[in-house]
């Protein structure tokens, strides 16, 4: 019976040393989301938003596969994966379109959606870090 009770209490440690506490999981996510910002950089040129719109891309795939099970933070990690997919649409999209004066149209909707995502990831963000700093 004490040995019954010592494999259960080594196999509640194994899982609970297998849990990553929440401030490894919003470092993760923050370290990647991170990334993705910097793949826009100060580069204000239509030819390097498809660049940028493929790095974001990798960035959203990265953020897909970490391990994160709180689940708090994995509300956040969609809804931003969904919003920096959307900017890597909306990139690719005024990349596409702002040189050819026949899709003005599209290079404005891209600019608006951009403008839109933008607005939706300030207040995400915050989000995320009242939640992280949180105890």
């Not at 990334?35 to 100060?42: I, W, Y």
């Not at 050819?100 to 915050?126: F, G, N, S, T, Y």
Request: hydrophobic share 40%; aromatic share 6%.
């Amino acid at each position: 019976m004490n040995r019954a009770r010592t494999l259960f209490l080594v196999a509640i440690l194994a899982s609970l040393s297998a849990c990553k506490s929440k401030a490894d999981q919003c470092n993760a996510f923050v370290e990647e989301a991170g990334k993705s910002q910097e793949a826009l950089g100060d580069n204000v040129k239509p030819d390097a938003f498809k660049a940028a719109a493929a790095k974001i891309d990798e960035s959203a795939k990265r953020l897909d596969a970490l391990k994160i099970d709180d689940k708090q933070l994995t509300g956040f990690r969609t809804r931003y994966v969904e919003g920096i997919v959307l900017t890597s649409k909306a990139l690719v999209q005024f990349a596409d379109s702002v040189n050819d004066p026949a899709k003005q149209a599209d290079a404005e909707k891209a600019k608006k959606d951009l403008d839109a995502v933008e607005q939706r990831e300030k207040k995400l963000i915050d989000e995320i870090n009242a939640y992280c700093q949180s105890k």
